[in-house]
């Protein structure tokens, strides 16, 4: 799908269209390390790990605890931590 099909396209469909963007700058950065905040049902870190590969590290922080069992199980993510942003953030912060 293009730039031009997806802005085409009739109101509603703006997921698809960021989906799209999505793809077009993690090509665009090539990042080596990505932390997906809520990752929910880990559609970001598919994304990302079809557009990048095995050469991103991939870190998914959720705060429900179901969920972030389902990504752990699901493969997509390199760590799954179990916790709300706040708390990871305070953890990893230089004291």
């Known amino acids: 799908m293009s730039i031009d099909d997806s802005m085409a396209q009739p109101h509603g469909t703006s997921a698809a269209y960021c989906d799209y963007i ?3 700058q993690l090509a665009a950065l090539q990042p080596r390390h990505i ?5 929910g049902a880990g559609k970001n870190g598919s994304i990302a790990r079809e557009v990048l590969g095995p050469a991103v590290r991939l870190t998914a922080v959720e705060g429900y605890e ?3 069992r389902h990504l752990s199980a699901s493969g997509i ?3 799954v931590c179990h916790s709300l942003i706040q708390d990871w953030v305070a ?3 230089p004291a």
């Not at 932390?35 to 990752?39: E, I, K, L």
């Open 22 to 24: 999505l793809r077009q």
């Open 35 to 39: 932390v997906d905040f809520g990752a």
């Open 66 to 68: 179901e969920s972030a």
């Open 77 to 79: 993510y390199d760590e």
């Open 91 to 93: 953890a990893i912060a």
